[in-house]
């Protein structure tokens, strides 16, 4: 599968300026601290992946995913213990010499801090600790993954974890700086970059409150590694007033775009997803016609993610009828799948549809013109802003200006095309009988 260069459609250069700005911290002796946002499914982790490759004779690149399982409750000493088990993962499968008396003395640490409480643990800990007290890397590995295994395995033992980390956050991060420092001088002997870049690459996926326990409330902590860290973070986190843009240096990878605010046809949006489409598939022998593609593009909204999706209800539905291509009617079957997929996640209808209808026609604002402005309607419009963006079903563009729009197929559901309806006829009425002046 060859990749596809999808920049022109997203009408930004994020991702240049992403790369400068890790080779100009580099220059002054920094470590980058960088926020990647986006959409899920717009095709983050390949551009990540793209950049890594290309910086690859600059840095070495460690990218890790943490395990599903904690996303919807993801606290940064977890996230500190999945980074010093992936760095000591890596390092040993590919055979990187790292100081061993460094290596002891953050292994004898977690040893002596983190505190559990079940004798079964506790016994499984201590012969880990006896067997590898001396094995390097793959001691400090073994111990690791005993308590990943403990900290999976029990609510009580993640509980205690956390707590043992937490009392102990500035050991903790000056016992992981002492692993990159020897990590650095490993590199450095056997030829390799001595810039560790580390990307953490699935916490886009975090719920967005758990998103900002973790990125605002505990940001300054996932800064003080002395290691270049690139942490993916759900979009919302962009959102007013506490946007992550004052923690770290924020970038976005937006859409693909495939119109203006005003409706006109961005067509390098277009084209680039067809392209895309053409690297993936044959195209000839895959669509009845051009317009099974052109509507395939169009009902995707410009996320990669759904243009995928849509392709494989698409096929399921023309094997499904035993057709040799996939046509039109294939295509509408799976935009009324995702319709459906889309109307489960849009309740209570009251509360998600109104929003979607304002920012359809404001392509910004979701607020009701002239709503009561206090400081519990503000917050209550962001929290059912951020679920719209997180789940896919608001869209933000990019070009001259950032704006937002409904996903076209979100547009399809009759709870959006009647309140859409109902909103216009009240604007109308309120246009045809103002309210006398006062006095």
Not at 247 to 262: C, G, I, R, W
């Amino acid at each position: 599968m060859r990749y596809v260069d999808l920049s022109a459609g997203r009408d930004t250069r994020d991702l240049s300026r992403l790369r400068l700005k890790l080779e100009d911290c580099v220059k002054r002796g920094d470590f980058a601290k960088i926020a990647f946002t986006g959409h899920r499914g717009c095709g983050k982790s390949t551009e990540l992946y793209r950049m890594e490759h290309a910086l690859a004779q600059e840095f070495y690149s460690v990218h890790l995913f943490v395990d599903d399982s904690l996303l919807h409750a993801m606290e940064y000493p977890d996230l500190f213990l999945w980074i010093v088990e992936s760095v000591a993962k890596r390092f040993y499968e590919a055979s990187i010499p790292v100081d061993d008396s460094v290596i002891d003395r953050v292994r004898a640490w977690f040893e002596q801090k983190v505190q559990i409480t079940d004798d079964v643990s506790k016994a499984e800990m201590k012969l880990e600790a006896g067997v590898e007290s001396k094995a390097g890397l793959f001691g400090l590995l073994s111990l690791t993954a005993k308590l990943k295994s403990s900290f999976m395995g029990s609510t009580e033992r993640r509980t205690e974890i956390r707590r043992s980390l937490k009392n102990y956050a500035n050991d903790l991060i000056d016992r992981m700086n002492e692993l990159f420092d020897a990590a650095r001088a490993g590199l450095k002997s056997v030829g390799k970059p001595v810039e560790l870049l580390l990307v953490i690459d699935n916490l886009d996926r975090l719920l967005p409150q758990v998103g900002r326990e973790l990125f605002l409330e505990n940001g300054e902590l996932l800064k003080r590694p002395k290691v270049h860290l690139i942490y993916t973070v759900p979009l919302p986190m962009i959102l007013a007033p506490s946007s992550i843009n004052n923690t770290f240096d924020t970038f976005t990878l937006p859409m693909v775009k495939l119109q203006h605010p005003d409706g006109r046809r961005f067509d390098k949006g277009r084209d680039v997803l067809k392209k895309l489409l053409f690297a993936r598939l044959e195209l000839d022998s895959i669509f009845k016609s051009p317009a099974v593609i052109t509507e395939l593009i169009r009902m995707s909204g410009g996320s990669v993610r759904d243009l995928m999706r849509l392709l494989s209800y698409a096929q399921t539905d023309a094997r499904v009828d035993y057709k040799a291509m996939i046509d039109l009617p294939s295509v509408r079957s799976a935009v009324k799948k995702t319709r459906i997929d889309y109307e489960r996640m849009l309740f209570p209808v009251e509360v998600y549809f109104p929003m979607l209808c304002r920012v359809h026609q404001t392509k910004q604002d979701p607020m009701r013109p002239g709503e009561k402005i206090d400081r519990t309607s503000v917050q209550s419009a962001r929290e059912f802003f951020s679920d719209l963006l997180f789940n896919g079903s608001v869209l933000e563009c990019n070009g001259e200006k950032c704006w937002y729009d409904v996903h076209p197929i979100v547009q399809l559901i009759d709870a959006f095309q009647e309140t859409l309806k109902k909103l216009s006829n009240d604007a109308a009425e309120t246009a045809e009988d103002p309210q006398p002046a006062a006095g």
